[in-house]
């Protein structure tokens, strides 16, 4: 059997740490920049992340990954926050993001276009309800998947909601 994805073997490792402190793990990047490896974590707070909290996380998280092992090529561990244009990944993102202007890039056209923009009405049973204008309104049906969610046709899906 083969070993698991690095990203998901991280985010086995640490989301337990980060739930314990208080904190979300938004999402877990592992990939090859130039010649060198980059492993990006994202956490998340009520009110925000803080310089220290991210210090914490980076100095956990190392430990945890050299004691495990789980990334065999040397890497340059980054630790933020999702910033203002955060990927909606998650179904609690898409609930947190209800009310709130958002962007969707299809990467196959739906109805002649590949993206939308507007404010995310609902999301429910799997559904994005987007208000794009006062004339006209979307519904995406998803499906979840390891890599972001896909609509019941096959159109991946990529959604970024703003913080305000």
Known sequence: MGKAPVTQSVIELIEPGLLAKGLELVDVEF??????????V??????GVTLEDCQK???????LI??????EPAYTMEVSSPGLNRVLKKEKDFIRFCGKKISVQCHAPLNGKKSFIGCLINFKNQSIYLDMDARRSLNLVLRCRSAGYRSTDGRLLRAIGRSQ
Do not use: C, H, P
């Open 31 to 40: 990939k090859k920049e130039g010649k060198n490896w980059v492993l990006r």
């Open 57 to 63: 996380i980076s100095r956990l998280a190392g430990d």
């Open 66 to 71: 050299e004691v495990e092992e789980v990334i």
């Open 42 to 47: 994202f956490i998340d707070k009520e009110g």
